[in-house]
């Protein structure tokens, strides 16, 4: 069998004299019409076509029908199989010829044609992929650093994402439409009927879209658009990727609409930080500002990726590239559409990675797995017994190698339900049921609930929130009922003893009670530049006074 081709491709399309599937070494000498040869013995008695019409394959690209639709990604994909093995064949058969005769005599016709027809075949995966890769606008308003008057300022940022449904459901990064007051998708053009001699193809139709849920923790975001029978791909799955596999990102870079590069999987699980619960497809295709959202596609023409961010010293590419991997990105997109949030399971424990550092530290018996660093007081796993410094073998019996594994396989659990965990205390080994409860919202949920003009606190550089049981919620537990929580900051402002962070609450302002926005901005107003300002805060528990200098 063709080293390079997928079994079932084999025996839908190739039938030789030899039986079902292409025997080894085969490969194509035409384009439209693919014809097989066995090489085995420099014969050719076997031969067969296939005509791609055949499959629904239409080259007018035009929307199809979902059954024509799936036999028109079948066809492409054939034709890259083909084609790479082709390619790899066509190589092994120059090599052998470059050991018996000059270079000057080679071929250059075969491997030209070669080549034409790998271009050909990326060309048609492109064709295929484009058509669902829309183009996001974001217009958020932002306050004016240092005015006096509290101006605000209108941005248009610009983003990429993707339809996974025909109904016009679209995922892209969360940061792309994070405090947007207007968001607009510009879709792919599919009006092929129109006749055109430019190879500038007009802009698609321009679209308001509905910002349905963000999740900060994955930075994806679904939007809704009211259009029906579009174009989609579907989520591959992402745990099945190799390091030097094939894929393509789509996307807008710098504003650039639907721009495809090709590059392989430089990494199928790439953690930027210690602990961190988020891991990322590494991949060297080019990525650039504008690509974020985009999806990253291997040959099969599923979404295995979305582009997320890049690490560069320019600013620009530089071939590391980072996607959140399709499996994460298929369960957040599934609870958003279902519920309209996301939602993560917890035990109430903080669980960590076990390396051999910790383990000779500590005196442990395994320097892998993953090591309970702290059990909450009152959480579900302090009732079901579990001890800071036990070892979790196993999460309903399947083996835990790292930390963040059980924190994504807790996501998949509803609160409510129960998990066994397989736990490892010195050399005795025990079986523990543990409730499993919802997570607390994080902080940078905050950003839904914000509007720039409303929740501005000018004098302190801050976007705040009254505190009411909503916000409430997504706090530890708070000493009072009644003050302003601090949600995002705007500016640095001088400070004598630490600076204001997110989820700080506010109680006092200069000795006066700040039950609400309203009253904080009431006891801020009147100080003048230069004064001093003291607030009365919690920050997770715990109650301290912070000095300032009021700057304007």
Excluded at 403 to 417: E, F, I, S, T
Excluded at 501 to 521: H, I, S, W
Aim: aromatic residues 6%.
């Amino acid at each position: 069998m063709c080293p390079s081709m997928p079994q079932h491709l084999c025996s839908q399309y190739f039938h030789t004299s030899r039986g079902s599937g292409c025997p080894r070494y085969e490969y194509a000498t035409k384009y439209d019409h693919v014809t097989i040869r066995n090489t085995l013995d420099g014969t050719h008695h076997a031969i067969a076509t296939m005509d791609p019409s055949r499959y629904g394959f239409d080259h007018a690209n035009i929307p199809l029908p979902q059954a024509t639709r799936q036999a028109r990604k079948e066809e492409t994909v054939t034709r890259i199989w083909i084609t790479m093995a082709l390619t790899l064949i066509g190589g092994s058969l120059g090599a052998r010829q470059a050991n018996a005769q000059p270079a000057a005599v080679l071929d250059k016709d075969a491997a030209t044609t070669e080549l034409t027809q790998l271009s050909d075949a990326l060309e048609s995966i492109s064709q295929y992929v484009e058509r669902a890769v829309v183009q996001i606008f974001a217009t958020t308003y932002s306050p004016v650093p240092n005015s006096p008057t509290g101006a605000f300022s209108q941005q248009r940022t610009t983003g990429s994402g993707v339809i996974l449904d025909p109904t016009g459901y679209i995922v892209t990064n969360a940061h792309v439409v994070s405090g947007a007051r207007r968001v607009q998708v510009l879709l792919a053009q599919t009006d092929d009927a129109r006749p055109s001699d430019s190879v500038l193809r007009p802009r698609g139709e321009l679209v308001g879209a509905q910002v349905i849920a963000k999740d900060y923790e994955t930075d994806l975001a679904v939007l809704k658009i009211p259009r029906k029978g579009l174009e989609y791909l579907e989520l591959g799955d992402s745990d099945q990727l190799r390091k030097g596999e094939l894929v393509f990102a789509f996307g807008s870079p710098l504003g650039l609409e639907n721009t495809v590069t090709m590059g392989v999987v430089s990494s199928v699980a790439r953690q930027l930080r210690p602990e961190d619960p988020m891991i990322y497809l590494q991949t060297d295709a080019a990525i650039n500002p504008g690509n974020s959202g985009g999806p990253l596609v291997n040959i099969e023409g599923e979404v295995v990726g979305i582009n997320t961010f890049i690490l560069s010293q320019s600013g620009g590419s530089q071939g590391l590239g980072f996607a959140a991997p399709s499996n994460i990105v298929r369960n957040v997109y599934q609870q958003i559409r279902e519920s309209g949030r996301v939602r993560r399971g917890e035990i109430g424990m903080n669980a960590q990675t076990l390396n051999p550092a910790l383990a000779a530290g500590l005196g442990l018996s395994r320097d892998w797995g993953v090591l309970v660093g702290d059990v909450y007081p009152q959480g579900p796993a302090a009732r079901a017994g579990i001890k800071a410094g036990d070892i979790v073998m196993s999460l309903d019996g399947r083996p835990m190698e790292n930390g963040r594994q059980l924190a994504v396989n807790l996501y998949g659990v509803k609160p409510g339900d129960t998990v066994k965990l397989d736990v490892l205390r010195g050399k005795e080994r025990m079986t523990k049921t543990v409730d499993v409860i919802e997570r607390r919202p994080d902080l940078q949920r905050f950003a839904e609930l914000l509007s720039p003009k409303e929740n501005s606190v000018l004098k302190l550089g801050i976007l705040a929130l009254d505190l009411d049981s909503t916000v409430a919620a997504m706090l530890p537990s708070v000493r009072y009922q009644e003050g302003v929580v601090v949600a995002a900051i705007l500016r640095e402002i001088t400070a004598w003893n630490g600076p204001l962070l997110p989820g700080d609450v506010v109680y006092e302002a200069n000795q006066r009670r700040t039950r609400d926005m309203k009253e904080l901005r009431e006891a801020l107003n009147p100080l003048a530049p230069g004064s001093n300002m003291v607030l009365h805060v919690e920050r997770q528990g715990q109650l301290m006074y912070l000095a300032f200098e009021v700057e304007y």
